[in-house]
């Protein structure tokens, strides 16, 4: 199972999306749990941990060797600590942390995925590579979607 969705979002819809992204990943919880993410801040990063935290392995792809340094400063601890935490790290062969690189991590991803859940508001992407265009990849592979976006979450 895979993750995509917005990133930067205010702490009160933060505190929702992990709430319900734990019980979504609880509800699919067996000795098989394996997910699948970029680590980005927000919704990724929340899914990773959810699933460690229920004992599940970790896919981490990176979709450029800049890829850690493009991500908020902040997040930077958490990333390295997801990360080492993997059981399996794809590293694609870009330099450039851009939208294209995003675009092609998350095509990446969904090659081993049997499931995309999406922290998505439903409206387009913002650029070239964001959640929509990730939904439209997975619904265009026949993959399902599950879309996470809990009542009361906004975005800036």
């Known amino acids: 199972m895979a993750i995509t969705g917005h990133r930067g979002l205010p702490a009160q819809t933060t505190a929702l999306v992990d709430a319900q992204l ?7 919880a067996d000795s098989e749990l394996i ?3 970029c ?12 699933v460690l935290d229920l004992g599940g ?5 990176v979709p450029a060797r800049r890829y ?16 080492s935490a993997a059981t399996e790290v794809v590293e694609l062969d870009r330099e ?3 939208s294209e690189a995003h675009q092609e991590g998350s095509v990446r991803m969904l090659d081993q995925a049997d499931e995309l859940i999406a922290v998505w508001d439903g409206k387009p992407a913002r650029g070239y590579g ?11 592979r026949g993959i399902p979607v599950t ?9 800036d």
Do not use: M
């Not at 908020?72 to 990360?83: K, N, S, W």
């Not at 964001?130 to 265009?140: H, I, L, S």
């Not at 879309?147 to 975005?155: L, M, S």
């Open 22 to 28: 734990r019980t979504e990943v609880a509800g699919r």
């Open 57 to 61: 392995g970790l896919i981490v792809i």
């Open 68 to 83: 850690r340094e493009g991500l908020p400063a902040e997040h930077h601890p958490v990333y390295d600590e997801l990360r």
């Open 96 to 98: 450039e942390s851009d």
């Open 130 to 140: 964001g959640t929509a265009d990730v939904v439209a990849v997975a619904r265009e």
């Open 147 to 155: 879309i996470v976006w809990p009542g009361g979450a906004e975005r």
């Open 35 to 37: 997910g699948i993410s």
């Open 39 to 50: 680590l980005a801040d927000g919704a990724d990063s929340l899914f990773a941990q959810a």
